[in-house]
Nanobody, 126 residues
């Protein structure tokens, strides 16, 4: 059974940083896509970043480019999201998701992903 467990959320002031972790188990981790999504209060779910575990290629939403970095530790089957220069509009529940289909094209649309974690809350105050 596939499990994704997010951690690292919290409350931070604008301009601060947080690092989220997504530990994946029960899943063939290699050559797959893992992505981070978020959903803020009253907002639709938004794809934030994705990574291809086979080669490390990444993809980012325009709203986070230059501020967020997605990375992985293959040995630990863990994906990270380093978030710098946080803004109040980054406040959301953050979820990681894993795609069952293999391949290096890693979209940031939720319907492409089969397995989801429970989420971790990020709150950024002004």
């Amino acid at each position: 059974q596939v499990h994704l467990v997010e951690s690292g959320g919290g409350s931070v002031q604008a301009g601060g940083s947080l690092r989220l972790s997504c530990a994946v188990s029960g899943y063939t981790y290699s050559s797959k896509c893992i992505a981070w999504f978020r959903q803020g209060p009253g907002k639709e779910r938004e794809g934030v970043a994705s990574i291809y575990t086979g080669g490390g290629s990444t993809n980012y939403a325009d709203s986070v480019k230059g501020r967020f970095t997605i990375s992985q530790d293959n040995a630990q089957n863990t994906v990270y999201l380093q978030m710098n220069s946080l803004k109040p509009e980054d406040t959301a529940m953050y979820y990681c998701a894993a795609r069952q289909l293999g391949g290096s094209w890693c979209p940031t649309y939720g319907y492409h992903y089969n397995y989801w974690g429970q989420g971790t809350q990020v709150t950024v105050s002004s």
